[in-house]
């Protein structure tokens, strides 16, 4: 997270700088580990699939997406801290160990937040996987209302590009409509001689509702945040941090990127959040099928009044 923070921009005054009242962020996802970067800032879990009470995350992948987003790197001498530190996570745990879901659960999850969000006064949601084509038309209809519904409400989801790419309309069916922030992955010229980089299979458009998809970009390769199996006891048997890569790892930075917004403007409608993220991306001369409106800047989005 440290070469992400300083390929967008995103410096310390930005993110200490801001004393305003912290803002709350959902990630509907596999879970959320007790790693010492999130100390007394998760509000509240909820777990959808096996109803257990206590916080866990048996996969890692809701970890590292939550780190993404705002780990306050503690553990790193503030290395590896995510974009907004300072927020507090309401955690879903809709995916399982090996970050599978259904829609069933997803939009269980959706509307939990919905219901909480006043309480937790959250801002945006990160929903940082694929929903694919379904068969099952009424809950696919139900999870767009619930997209639709947070929009009017003035809480942003933003959701993975996905890794179907680079085929043209890969993108993640979530993705696709208007009321939502959509995600690709690109490293910038970071790793122009490395082979795999995830903006190669990165979720492309065109989308039929919108005239550049995804929407932006963000980092996405070989991205360090926190791990799920790091233990604090006698038995430390792994490392803090891990290295992820994917559309799951470029969505929480935008959505942290999003929150960091909120918090120094104060709430504000959905409409202008997206306005002001894509505006103030750079764009990196790639097809707005692979880019959409560009690079993430946070020094730019922070700026804009």
Known sequence: MDRVRRQI????????????????VAVLDTGIANHPD???RIVDFNDFLNNKRDIYDDSGHGT?????????GRMSGGKYRGIHPGCNFVIGKVLNSNGDGNLK??????????????????CVVNISVGVNDTNEKNLLKRMLELVE??????????????NSGPKPMSLSPLGMGNHVISVGCHDGDYFRNKEGTCEIYSGRGPSPYAM?????????TDIVSCNAMYSTGNRRYQVPYIKKSGTSMST?????????????????????????????AIDLNEPWTKQGWGMLNVRRLLEII
């Open 212 to 220: 550049k998809k995804p929407d932006l970009v963000a980092p996405g």
């Open 105 to 122: 659960d997803m939009v269980r999850g959706l509307e939990w937040v919905l219901q909480c969000a006043k309480k937790y006064d959250i």
């Open 252 to 280: 929480p930075i935008v959505t942290g990127a999003a929150a960091l917004l909120v918090q120094k403007y104060g709430r504000m409608e959905c409409e202008e959040i997206k306005r002001r993220l894509i505006y103030s």
């Open 38 to 40: 999130f100390k007394n």
């Open 9 to 24: 921009e995103c410096t310390d005054e930005m993110l200490f700088g801001n004393r305003n009242k912290p803002v709350g």
């Open 64 to 72: 590292h997406v939550a780190g993404c987003i705002g780990g306050d």
């Open 149 to 162: 519904e947070a929009w009017r409400r003035n809480i942003l989801i933003v959701c993975a590009a996905g």
